[in-house]
T-cell receptor
Framework: ETGVTQSPTHLIKTRGQQVTLRCSSQ?????VSWYQQALGQGPQFIFQ???????GRGNFPPRFSGLQFPNYSSELNVNALELDDSALYLC?????????????FGPGTRLTVL | DQQVKQNSPSLSVQEGRISILNCDYT??????FLWYKKYPAEGPTFLISISSIKDKNEDGRFTVFLNKSAKHLSLHIVPSQPGDSAVYFC??????????FGTGTRLQVFP
């Protein structure tokens, strides 16, 4: 069984551009959650997908969007990048969407917006 | 508004001694609490959790204590080992709400 993987590891973009980050969940995990971790902060919940449908969203604007695919992969898309979007983006997969379902995190994608 | 607070950014402990990491929360609706450990260049790893119906949960060297009246939880690691050196995040959730993380405490265990 493979763990959660994310690509790319690092990414540099300029303000106004669009970015797509990718995550591959553990096989059998129907839920994927995305988090933003700014420097010196804890992970902040962006949104969650359960069986390809959005299942909860944190306090992030609509320019943050996502997709989940049947093959346990998912994407986080950010449009119109702003400097404050610079952060580590983490995805986490779990069997189901309840808070007691252990989330398994990937290593993250470090996004720098210039 | 920081609903989950870890007021100590760092902690240094000698190997073999006890490490105590603290976490405070403000939302009385939180009913499930977790601790995650994070090494550099890796994602957070689940460590231990506790439901609000309990006040203590133990797993090997790790024990989490919950004081609901004080809205406070702590993670005890005993004995501390150099491999425990990492950033520790506490997290909380309530009902169907998603996880809210604290800002983390960097633990360093020295020989």
């Amino acid at each position: 069984e493979t763990g959660v993987t994310q690509s790319p590891t690092h990414l540099i973009k300029t303000r106004g551009q669009q970015v797509t980050l990718r995550c591959s969940s553990q096989s059998g995990h129907n839920t994927v959650s995305w988090y933003q971790q700014a420097l010196g902060q804890g992970p902040q919940f962006i949104f969650q997908y359960y069986r390809e449908e959005e299942n909860g969203r944190g306090n992030f604007p609509p320019r943050f969007s996502g997709l989940q695919f049947p093959n346990y992969s998912s994407e986080l898309n950010v449009n119109a990048l702003e400097l404050d979007d610079s952060a580590l983006y983490l995805c986490a997969s779990s069997l189901a969407w309840g808070p007691t379902d252990t989330q398994y995190f990937g290593p993250g994608t470090r996004l720098t917006v210039l | 508004d920081q609903q989950v607070k870890q007021n100590s950014p760092s902690l240094s402990v000698q190997e073999g001694r006890i490490s105590i990491l603290n976490c405070d929360y403000t939302n009385s609706m939180f009913d499930y609490f977790l601790w995650y450990k994070k090494y550099p260049a890796e994602g957070p790893t689940f460590l231990i959790s506790i439901s609000s119906i309990k006040d203590k949960n133990e797993d090997g060297r790790f024990t989490v204590f919950l004081n609901k009246s004080a809205k406070h939880l702590s993670l005890h690691i005993v004995p501390s080992q150099p491999g425990d050196s990492a950033v520790y995040f506490c997290a909380a959730s309530g009902g169907t709400d998603k996880l809210i993380f604290g800002t983390g405490t960097r633990l360093q265990v020295f020989p």
